[in-house]
């Protein structure tokens, strides 16, 4: 490589800081071990709580440093909330007012470290203080590029009447030149976007932060490729006029010494059948928030008949898991099925023998795991970007299958059910069309270039703005 970085060496130094939630800082970990295998240097800004989950991902200790960073007290925050797995969803806003707070310590990191690049997602205040030290600006997107091109892009752009809330109607309609009309939303689901154009003192609309995010950095980068979202991102591209890299999915690869299963996983795992058992797990977040849909969900699990394992935070008003569980259900579920309320190793378990089908929120980052894995994939999303990733893998690549809901948007324990079975029941048409798609794609994006391919254009692409 040239000799670019900001001491004349080869090698650039990179600050990351990502949005406090667990999904996006173990994205942004990722890409860090991919670029630090390259002999980059990254210093990882993270609250000190999210430490003790992170670090273990950290596979070059000598490349990538943390930092922690004091996340400020917000009134209207639980005491002590630093991350998004602290907080109810309806709380984010407040969450992203503490993190403008820490400005001034970011910006005497920046000082201090003198870095060639900066990587940020949510802090829209980063290309403000990353210019005067020289460093160039990357807008780094975690989430699929169909979801951004949707509402995050200025087509968007809502006029938002004496803070009068949308119609469903006007939530759900795409942005002039949108190209799909698969990966859209139902009214009723576009009313999990209202938040997108909701102000909120201080920090004004999520839509205003990206927007502002997005077109003030160097350069906004994407965590997909152009094989499962090529039409989104040049969308993307049209939209803010600049340049867009790709990073491909960034997930952690297999290494030779990496920490095996939890015991107590890996033990209950090997008493079932080979590809038998069901995991569920809903990401970082609480995500089912009442208790009905939470005991909807156990209960059509329970009537598959199979096994399962979900891992899952508690629905809103109760601290356990097992307050939430429905009557009866322990006893009558022991020895063949559990609800955790605790971190589980994902990767890992999907990757376990015994399992064989996923349930997922579809979160982007599960939903990566998920096409790598070889399990059977049911989607259970519950907010709109979540939805959109479904629709893209059950619409548009056909690999997996959504749960169906009511007119109220909710799931039944029935049609969960009857998902589950339609791509774990032998014989079933379903489950072999989405099997073999799913097969497809796998062989794609598993491909020994595939990734690798990715990462050196990103890396080649990170040069070329450093230098200009
Ligand atoms: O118990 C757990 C829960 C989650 N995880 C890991 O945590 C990550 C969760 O990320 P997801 O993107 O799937 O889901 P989250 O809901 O946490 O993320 C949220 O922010 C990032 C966005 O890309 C997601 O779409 C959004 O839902 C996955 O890598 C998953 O493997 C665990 O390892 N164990
Ligand atoms: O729900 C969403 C619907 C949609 O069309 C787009 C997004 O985008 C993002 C996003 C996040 C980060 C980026 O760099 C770009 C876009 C969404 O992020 C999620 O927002 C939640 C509310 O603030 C937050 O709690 C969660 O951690 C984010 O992943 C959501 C949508």
Known sequence: MGDFGSDGSSSMSIVMYPWLAFGHMT????????????????VFLLPKKALDQVKPLNLYPNLITFHTISIPHVKGLPPGAETN??????????????????????????RTNKPDLVFYDSADWIPEIARPVGAKTVCYNTVSAASIALTLVPAAEREIIDGKEMSAEELAKPPLGYPSSK???????????????????GV???????????????????????????????YIESQYNRPVYLTGPVLPVDEPNKTSLEP??????????????????????????????????????????LPFLVAIKPPSGVSTVEEALPEGFQERVRGRGVVYGGWVQQPMILDHPSVGCFVSHCGFGSMWESLMS???????????????????MAEEMEVAVEVEREENGWFSRRSLEDAVKSVMGEGSEVGEKVRKNHDKWRCVLSDSGFADGYISKFEQNLTDLVKS
């Open 27 to 42: 994205a942004f970990l990722h890409l860090s071990n991919k670029l630090a295998e390259k002999g980059h240097e990254i």
């Open 85 to 110: 797995s602290d907080i109810p969803f309806f709380l984010t806003h407040l969450l992203a007012v503490a993190m403008n707070q820490t400005r001034p310590e970011v910006e005497t990191i920046l």
């Open 183 to 201: 990966v859209v939303l139902l009214a009723r689901e576009a009313k999990t976007l209202s938040f997108v154009w909701r102000r909120h003192e």
């Open 204 to 234: 004004g609309s999520f839509f205003d932060g990206k927007v502002t995010a997005m077109r003030n950095c160097d350069a906004i980068a994407i965590r997909t490729c152009r094989e499962t979202e090529g039409k989104f991102c040049d």
């Open 264 to 305: 107590r996983w890996a033990d209950w795992l090997a008493k079932f059948k080979p590809g038998s058992v069901v995991f569920c797990a809903f990401g970082s977040q609480p995500v089912v928030e009442k208790i009905d849909q939470f005991q909807e969900l156990c209960l059509g699990l329970e009537a598959t008949g």
């Open 374 to 392: 070889d399990c059977q994939m049911v989607l259970v999303p519950q907010h709109g970007e979540q939805i959109l990733n479904a629709r893209l």
